[in-house]
């Protein structure tokens, strides 16, 4: 039988979603149920880019399960060079029970999951970050108490891992989702990405709108979502210029004021004051960013549950 692997949340249907989370609301609430249910059990975790949360999260997230989690950084390695992504793949899955893979290229994870033969997971790509928004759904409905009707707007660089799969993420929930980034394709998610969101949206109920005006993506918004503007480590020379272009969509004050009443913020972290969102929102009443970082604890032990299939009583 062919491992289960989450290497886009496209891939996932919305009843599988939810179980997870249900599955996570669980294990946070009665942790010491768990503790012994992946005994035995080791992660690995490739990292070809560096991560505190990601790192914390699976690691810890291991031990409270009562498994391990080796931790291999692809630095200096021989993993694409000397041996192929292909034969590290088939050798790993020989040796532990899954793999998470924290890298640069989408498609490297998609090789690694086609020969590996155990579970993969997709602790971060170029193009999708699905842990982070598992965590983001669990944090959102403990905050709201629902997640179907509400809505989330995004605002700043949305051609962006996080931003393609918070759209797949609300529209297999019935998030409506708002995405206010300058125009161009430098800026706006994927067209292939948006058009799997609309399709999803249009099974659940929700809506997928992409906007160049901040205001009109925030107006009413149960959520306020942004990110990181220097997520391609863009180049010295060019960061003025980038800022000037994504400063109309810093989330402030004024900009939440335009949101729902009672709407929290979020930010996936690491976040940096003074760019994509003001020190007086981050650290405001509104900001849930920390609620938000704990959760990726909660929602990866649930997802490993599942994955290895120790998820049932």
């Not at 505190?52 to 690691?59: A, D, M, W």
């Not at 708002?178 to 999803?200: D, I, K, N």
Request: charged fraction near 25%; proline fraction near 5%.
């Amino acid at each position: 039988m062919k491992p289960r692997h989450l290497l886009t949340l496209a891939d996932w249907t919305s009843e599988e979603i939810l179980a997870v989370l249900d599955l996570a609301d669980r294990v946070k609430a009665r942790p010491d149920d768990f503790a012994t249910r992946l005994a035995r059990k080791t992660l690995l975790m490739l990292f070809e880019k560096p991560s505190l949360r990601t790192r914390l999260s699976f690691e810890a997230g291991m031990t409270q399960l009562g498994g391990h989690a080796i931790y291999y950084s692809t630095q200096g390695s021989n993993i694409g060079g000397k041996e192929t992504i292909e034969d590290t793949a088939k050798t790993a899955g020989r040796l532990v029970d899954a793999i998470m893979a924290r890298l640069y290229s989408h498609e490297t994870l998609e090789k690694i999951a086609a020969n590996a033969g155990v579970p993969v997971v997709n602790g971060l790509t170029d193009y999708s970050h699905p842990c982070q928004i598992l965590a983001d759904l669990l944090t959102i409905r403990e905050k709201k108490k629902r997640l179907a009707g509400l809505s989330l707007a995004y605002l700043g660089d949305s051609k962006n891992n996080v931003t393609h799969s918070l759209l797949f993420g609300c529209a297999k929930t019935g998030m409506s989702i708002s995405v206010g980034c300058p125009a161009g394709p430098e800026y706006e998610p994927l067209p292939e990405v948006l058009s799997l969101a609309r399709a999803a949206a249009k099974k659940s109920g929700a809506r997928v709108v992409v906007t160049h005006d901040p205001g009109e993506a925030v107006s009413g918004a149960d959520v306020v979502y942004t990110d990181s503007w220097m997520s391609y480590h863009v180049p010295k020379d060019q960061e003025a210029a980038r800022v000037a272009i994504l400063k109309p969509y810093q989330v402030d004050s004024g900009k939440m004021k335009k949101a729902a009443p009672g709407a929290i913020f979020m930010n996936c972290l690491p976040a940096a004051r003074g760019y994509e969102q003001t020190a007086e929102v981050i650290d405001g009443p509104q900001s849930v960013v920390f609620d938000e970082a704990e959760n990726r604890l909660h929602a990866q032990k649930a997802l490993l549950l599942v994955l290895l299939g120790r998820d049932r009583d």
